[in-house]
Each structure stands twice: as C-alpha cells, then as structure tokens.
C-alpha cells in the first residue's frame, strides 16, 4: 500500500508563493500518476495539478496555468506543487492524490475518482 503526507502549507500574502511537498511510501513503484486538489472552505474538492510519472505533459486546471507548477523528485517519490502569485481565493486545505496499483484507476486526470490514495492535506491560508 502507498501513503501519502503531505507539507509545506501556511499563511502568505496575496501574491505570494509556497512550495507544496508530497512524500510517498510504500509501494510507491505501483503509482502511476499524482495530483493535487484543494477544497476551499464550504466549497467542493476541485483539481490543481497531474503528472504521470513516466513521461508525458503535466496537467493544470485553468484557474492555476502559469502560476502553479506541479514536479517531481528524481526518485520519483516525492512531488511538489510550486503556488506562485497565490490569491486568497486560493485558501484551503491542498490534498495529494495518487493512482496506485492494484485497481489503479483510469480516466482523465483532473477527477478524484481516478486516484485511490490520498493523503490529508495541508492547509494553504492567503491574505489579502
């Protein structure tokens, strides 16, 4: 099984940047692909971020493009969400999600239902 922890979340300024970390362990050659969500406050899990961590495009949500930038670590054990020019409409708790064998989910990438691990999230606050 895979396990997923999730830092790096805080208080910044309107405009600021945070860097996101995601640690995996376990059997983390059975993940595929990871992402993160985030919830802000009385509102529904939305997605950020995807990458698959073989080759291919990372994945980024319209609001994010250009801002946010989703990577990983050589390992590939590890993967960070970089939260540049952030906006308090940007307050939440940001989730790290993974699609791990066995019953690794398929579909697209920016649904929850496409990723069985998650972790607990950090809490990301943005003042204006």
């Known amino acids: 099984q895979v396990q997923l922890v999730e830092s790096g979340g805080g208080s910044v300024q309107a405009g600021g940047s945070l860097r996101l970390s995601c640690v995996a362990s376990?059997?983390?050659?059975?993940?595929?692909?990871m992402a993160w969500f985030r919830q802000a406050p009385g509102k529904e899990r939305e997605f950020v971020a995807a990458?698959?961590?073989?080759?291919?495009?990372?994945l980024y949500a319209d609001a994010v493009k250009g801002r946010f930038t989703i990577s990983r670590n050589i390992a590939g054990n590890t993967v960070y969400l970089q939260l540049n020019s952030v906006k308090p409409e940007e307050t939440g708790v940001y989730y790290c999600?993974?699609?791990?064998?066995?019953?690794?989910?398929?579909?697209?990438?920016?649904?929850?239902?496409?990723?069985?691990?998650w972790g607990r999230g950090t809490q990301v606050t943005v003042s204006s």
């Open positions: 990458m698959r961590l073989s080759m291919g495009p990372s």
């Open positions: 999600a993974a699609a791990a064998m066995p019953g690794a989910p398929s579909g697209d990438a920016s649904e929850e239902s496409s990723y069985n691990i």
């Open positions: 376990g059997r983390t050659n059975s993940m595929n692909r």
